[in-house]
């Protein structure tokens, strides 16, 4: 099975990670500030600059940027001033670039540094500047219909609650988080088993306001009335792990992302993850961490663990065939981190541990905040014209981490 993919050459390794420091070393703290003063504006590529209206301040839009100059004092007490510059996915490469020319020196000008920020990779700080609370919606605000058919999932995101638009679809639907449906005026809030506190408080508060017909309605996953299946045409929600009802009883739940190098000779970098610049590794080591982390951060060379809480995935990248010793050092890691975690974390159990080699677990998906199945690193079906297609009839090939670890022994 992995000969085929590996070949049959197996070189020399000395796995040396750290997997005890690297659970310990937890990247999550959230930075308690008091902001001062805050404003947003949208721009365009020639540094234009158009004032975002007080009640829309929360709403980011996929094809447009933005511009958000804030003071606050830090947890010393210290005044900073930063203006993040936030640009959507679907906002082109080149356009970015022009803006920041411009953007670099209108930042001087308002006596802060400019902090980029991508979709999906946002910091505590920037989400704390618009209150809390983040939501990033498709398309453009100019043609925003409020009474179109959407749906937004919430989640607890670094201390903060971000919601981000998704398919409409009662197969999007997770059981381990809130969504609001909305369509004609119309908003129901889909409470996911695995919703916590937080993150239902924050989605009754915007369910509140999509709720132009003037009723926000709750609807309990696995009870849900014909008439909620009825705004999908019918159709059925999908089956999630039933893991995901436990996840209100952890304050610890999150997820972490790791690239397994075995290129570096170090065990693990001293130096912790740098939370204020998005997206940085740690320094050079043998398993790195990638903190904040989005689909983008997954390349289709490389090899990959997941830490999902309730379970942990070995991703292979469909390129990642001269990545053997990353790949067996990605197994000795994910088998330790899982007992530890599950102890040092008092998880409810040891996570269950699989090697994805083709395909996506649907449950993997919903660790991010947004994916797309064209930009997988894992080998997708025939319908995905931008990977490599499986077989007919094949959409997902994994294989168990004691199973996988046998293989390599034998």
Not at 45 to 51: H, I, N, P, V
């Amino acid at each position: 099975m992995f000969t085929d993919f590996f070949g049959k050459q197996r070189p020399q390794r000395e796995y040396r990670a750290d997997a005890a420091e690297i659970l310990t070393r937890h990247p999550s703290a959230v930075p308690k500030i008091k902001t001062l003063n805050v404003q947003l504006f949208r721009v365009s590529g020639d540094g234009k600059k158009q004032l975002v209206p007080p009640h829309q301040e929360r709403v980011l839009f996929e094809r447009e940027m933005y511009l958000c100059p804030h003071s606050f004092t830090n947890e010393q007490g210290r005044k900073v001033s930063e203006v993040y510059f936030w640009a959507g996915d679907e906002v082109p490469q080149a356009t970015v670039e022009d803006a920041q020319v411009f953007l670099n020196r209108e930042a001087r000008i308002m006596g802060g540094k400019l902090v980029q920020l991508q979709q999906g990779k946002e910091t505590s700080e920037f989400l704390q500047a618009l209150g809390g609370i983040l939501m990033v919606r498709r398309g453009s605000s100019n043609k925003y219909d409020s009474l179109a058919p959407n749906m937004l999932c919430g989640r607890r995101y670094l201390g903060q609650i971000a919601f981000d638009e998704v398919d409409f679809s009662p197969k999007t639907l997770c059981s381990g988080f809130p969504y609001l449906i909305t369509q004609q005026g119309k908003c129901f809030l889909w409470k996911g088993k695995g919703s916590d506190v937080d993150e239902l408080g924050c989605a009754r508060l915007i369910g509140m306001d999509l709720a132009l017909m003037g009723e926000l309605v709750e609807v309990d996953d696995g009870d849900e009335p014909a008439e909620f299946w009825n705004i999908f045409d019918g159709g059925a929600k999908q089956g999630s792990a039933d893991h995901w009802r436990l996840k209100p009883n952890y304050d610890r739940y999150c997820g972490r992302l790791f690239c397994s190098d075995a290129s570096h000779p170090k065990q693990v970098s001293r130096t912790p993850v740098l939370l204020a610049r998005p997206g940085r590794l740690t320094a050079p080591a043998q398993i790195l961490e990638v903190h904040p982390f989005n689909q983008a951060d997954l390349s289709p060379s490389g090899i990959y663990v997941l830490d999902a809480f309730f379970e942990m995935y070995i991703i292979v990248g469909y390129g990642a065939q001269t990545q053997y010793a990353a790949f067996h050092n990605a197994l000795d890691f994910a088998q330790e981190y899982a007992i530890l975690a599950s102890g040092m974390e008092d998880r409810p159990f040891v996570p269950i541990s699989t090697v994805v080699l083709e395909g996506i677990p649907r449950d993997l998906k919903s660790v991010f905040r947004k994916w797309r199945d064209g930009d997988s690193p894992t080998r997708m079906n025939a319908n995905n014209p931008t990977s490599p297609s499986l077989k007919r009839g094949r959409s997902l090939r994994i294989v168990p981490l004691n199973q996988a670890l046998q293989a390599l022994a034998d």
